[in-house]
């Protein structure tokens, strides 16, 4: 019994110096790179949303110029088109894609996500 106490004792403390050696020699610098991204969102019908989805989207803590915010405006026959203007006006990395007519090949959600791919600069 006392031998394993000795034998896990020792594994044990090889294991805190291996952790210990590996902060020791860490470089401590950080990824200065900051990826460039494009947040899309589909919405239909969503003005009642909206006026609390925006303000989180564009207020992250994120460097503006590092993101986009595009807003795909499905066929709404509320006002989410306008609401989105709103906040187009107040955020320069807002961008609104209005779909008038639903692509028979892309039904529904998809026709929306792939015109504001399709207007994404980022991944």
């Avoid at 795909?72 to 989105?84: G, N």
Wanted: net charge negative.
């Amino acid at each position: 019994m006392i031998e394993v106490f000795w034998i896990l004792a020792i594994l044990y403390t090889a294991l805190i110096l291996f952790f210990w050696l590996g902060l020791l020699f860490t470089s401590g610098e950080e990824n200065s790179k900051i990826n460039s991204i494009s947040i899309i969102v589909a919405a239909r019908n969503e003005a009642a949303n909206l006026p609390h989805l925006l303000p989180l989207l564009i207020e992250q803590n994120y460097p503006r110029e590092f993101f986009e915010i595009i807003i795909a405006d499905d066929r709404s026959d509320d006002d989410t088109f306008a609401i989105v203007q709103r906040f187009h006006n107040k955020c320069g990395n807002l961008k609104l894609v209005k779909i008038n007519e639903e692509n028979p090949e892309l039904v529904g959600k998809k026709g929306a996500i792939t015109a504001a791919v399709d207007l994404a600069k980022n991944d």
